[in-house]
């Protein structure tokens, strides 16, 4: 089988490193993909937003199944067009692609259908969001309606920050048109766990539980980012809670996405808040976690390829796959200055002598190569996973490798999984 990977993230090193192990591959591209990637993909440099372009290529070379990365390219209709040019794609349509497309949306769907979510209110204009601010008076959360590159939500404790946010979004228009509308939420306190679930639109299968850190610093403080460190299992997430979520939130998302004519089939993503009054929706994403995917690949037994390959053919009951009981954890290695600006092209130094190590993957996220050297280039830079036969172990195996690699303004949390691993010591 002949498969293409879309994008250059430490997912798409992640999901591309899991299918070249399938037996049923026989030639793997990846579009741009990074050097990481390159070691076990052909890279061919299309960006992930020229539609066109990828559908020729995937024609040209007779690929039979595409594997889409990020959700610009998703909610942009690429799967509409491979399947117009009767080509196989894992992800949702254009239409089912709205969830994670415009928050107003999915917030106005989770409503509609029940779905426990953030009380909310969804703004055009700028007066009438501050007056609604002014009126609350408390922790508020601003988001973008649109993609923001998960750079959109602004966590306000006070209505002064929250009136920023407004200004930056609507005045300043620094997300552009994706900030035409904002959605003021209500502030829910907890801890978070990322739920992703294969789903054929009718079939669901619940992966297992990830935790991101999605805060800057340690101890889950400063602005937000893509996500700077997962790991999994999650130990706070029960079996208990796993049936509620599914029961509550991943069959009733995926039903009324097929009643409202926009049928979801690919991997659903949901954020979600563990409150005291139980689970409650924080977003959707319409594909993979970035970095959640890194630990979960770690532990999937079996032929990934043929997971994703059941789920768009609608035969989700009949495959085989397992978890290795181990955990995982990801560290996610960023440049100096991001989620804001960063300097590019800093040679890398340290990845060789990691690779080939048991039990650990350093995923290339942001990485380019110039004149033989790995260069970073971008926000993100690397995700560094290990596996070991607990928490604490995949930490400490996660940072001692982390230690070894260097490069001019590297920046990297010292504590992802410590809620997890607190708890278990406070038990043993
Ligand atoms: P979102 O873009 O909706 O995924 O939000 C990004 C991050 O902001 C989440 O992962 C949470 O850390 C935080 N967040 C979003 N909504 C809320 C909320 N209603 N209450 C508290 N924190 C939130
Ligand atoms: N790590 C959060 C996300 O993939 O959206």
């Known amino acids: ?94 239409k089912a692609a709205l969830l994670e497309g415009s928050k107003a949306f999915s917030k106005t769907l989770m409503r509609k259908y029940g779905i426990p979510s953030a009380e909310f209110r969804i703004f055009s204009e700028i007066t009438p969001a501050k007056r609604h601010i002014e009126c609350i008076n408390g922790s508020l959360v601003v988001k973008v309606d649109g993609l923001a590159g998960g750079k959109g939500s602004f966590v306000c404790k006070s209505p002064e920050e929250a009136l920023k946010a407004v200004d930056l979004i609507m005045r300043e228009k620094v997300f552009g048109p994706a900030g035409e509308r904002v959605i003021i939420e209500e502030y829910l306190e907890g801890e978070e766990v990322s739920i992703m679930a294969l789903t054929n639109g009718k079939s669901i299968i619940p992966l297992e539980p990830v935790q991101d850190h999605k805060a800057l610093y340690e101890g889950d403080k400063g602005p937000n980012t893509g996500g700077m460190g997962a790991y999994t299992p999650v130990p706070k997430f029960t079996q208990e809670l796993s049936i509620k979520v599914e029961k509550e939130i991943l069959v009733p998302t995926v039903h009324a996405m097929k009643r409202e004519g926009r049928p ?158 607190a708890r278990l010591g406070a038990r043993g």
């Not at 879309?6 to 399938?22: D, F, N, T, V, Y």
């Not at 690949?297 to 009981?325: C, H, I, N």
Request: charged share 25%; with cysteine; proline share 5%.
């Open 1 to 94: 089988m002949r498969v293409l990977v879309i994008g250059s993230g430490g997912r798409e090193h992640c999901l591309a490193w899991k299918i070249a192990q399938s037996p049923r591959l026989k030639k793997l591209y990846c579009t741009p993909g990074n050097p990481g990637i390159a070691s076990v993909a052909d890279c061919v440099d299309i960006t992930s937003d020229d539609i066109g372009s990828l559908c020729n290529f995937a024609l040209k070379e007779k690929v039979d199944f595409t594997v889409v990365g990020p959700e610009v390219p998703l909610v942009a209709g690429l799967v509409d067009r491979f399947q117009a040019n009767g080509l196989r794609a894992f992800g949702p349509t254009k």
């Open 264 to 421: 979801f089939k690919g991997v659903l993503y949901v954020g979600l808040m563990l409150t005291a009054a139980g689970p409650r929706v924080l977003e959707y994403n319409v594909r993979f976690g970035d970095p959640e995917t890194q630990p979960l690949l770690m532990r999937l037994q079996g032929d990934f390829l043929s997971l994703l390959l059941a789920t768009v053919e609608g035969r989700l009951e009949k495959v085989e796959y397992g978890w290795d009981p181990r955990a995982a954890l990801c560290v996610v290695i960023a440049s100096a200055g991001y989620p804001g600006n960063y300097e590019k092209g800093k040679e890398i130094k340290g990845l060789e002598a990691l690779s080939g190590a048991e039990d650990l993957m350093v995923f290339h996220a942001g990485t380019a190569l110039r004149q033989k050297k790995v260069v970073t280039t971008g926000g993100r830079i690397l995700g560094v996973t290990a596996l070991g036969k607990d928490l604490p172990e995949a930490q400490k195996k996660a940072y001692s490798a982390a230690e070894k690699i260097s490069f001019d303004g590297a920046y990297y949390r010292k504590d992802i999984g410590w809620r997890a691993i």
